[in-house]
């Protein structure tokens, strides 16, 4: 079976929906960075405890630098690349709070 994630385990609200997922394909990393900085806000006003960045696949450059901008920022618990079924390394699933 699948590795159960102890965001899913812990609060099903952990489902990728419209509203929790920022797609950044094709952002240039400055942008990118600016869009989540903001939709982390939302969903901190929101009360929503993880979003999905999808920046696909791509050369990498900005699922690196997504990642390593959002390990510096206080309002980050956690951060990991998604499950197979959430999209795999092409989604970073962010828990904020």
Do not use: W
């Not at 952990?14 to 997922?21: P, Q």
């Not at 990393?29 to 993880?50: C, G, N, S, Y």
């Not at 696909?56 to 690196?64: D, E, F, I, M, P």
């Amino acid at each position: 079976g699948r590795e159960p994630s102890a965001i899913a385990d812990r609060d099903h609200t952990a489902m990728r929906t419209v509203d929790n997922t920022l797609d950044l394909r094709g952002e240039r990393v400055d942008d990118a960075i600016r869009m989540t900085e903001k939709f982390i806000d939302q969903a901190l006003q929101a009360d929503r405890e993880v979003i999905f960045l999808l920046h696909g696949h791509g050369t990498g450059v900005l699922r690196a630098a997504l990642r390593e901008h959002l390990a510096g920022l206080v309002s980050v618990r956690s951060l990991r690349a998604g499950v197979p079924e959430e999209g795999g390394d092409a989604v970073t699933v962010v828990e904020v709070g």
